[in-house]
């Protein structure tokens, strides 16, 4: 066997092992320490503090008339962990599939959420809503962002 061969066999054994670190970082330790810190809500590790959050009850639909800015996020609910979104106005269209994946950035205060609409193959033409539940959250009042859009969640 030749020396490339080897490491790469290491490389694939060590990128299949599970990689779970104990406890999380401190999203907020100003000294760049990143040393392990016990997990005080018990969600799990955040990697450098970026975390993947759980989206549920996605769903796209023909929004209804609203007046205001063209598109808009809304709170439409809370729990401990959790909030649910209304995105009004986000794109044109009938009845695409949805995909949304969002990530909760707890060094900046912020939350991303993002969007992958496709295969609208209705025949039809509307202003569409996005609405969808996020859990996993760490508490805190955050910066959401979708699409261009922001606005300031305070997550219980």
Not at 51 to 78: H, K, M, N, R, Y
């Amino acid at each position: 066997m030749t020396r490339f061969t080897v490491i790469l066999a290491g490389a694939i054994a060590f990128a299949t092992q599970p990689c779970m670190p104990e406890g999380t970082l401190d999203p907020k330790d100003e000294t760049g320490d990143t040393s392990q810190t016990e997990d005080t809500q018990g969600m799990g590790p955040c990697e450098s503090g970026f975390c993947d959050l759980i989206v549920t009850d996605a769903i796209v639909q023909c929004g209804e008339s609203i007046t205001g800015d063209p598109s808009s996020l809304e709170l439409t609910g809370s729990a401990a962990g959790t909030i649910s979104i209304h995105h009004h106005r986000v794109d044109m269209g009938c009845c695409p599939e949805l995909v949304v994946t969002a990530m909760q950035d707890l060094r900046n205060d912020r939350i991303e959420v993002s969007y992958d609409l496709y295969d609208d193959m209705c025949d039809c033409i509307c202003e569409l809503d996005v609405l969808y539940t996020l859990s996993d959250l760490y508490s805190g009042s955050f910066e959401l962002t979708a699409l261009g859009d922001s606005t300031t969640v305070e997550v219980p």
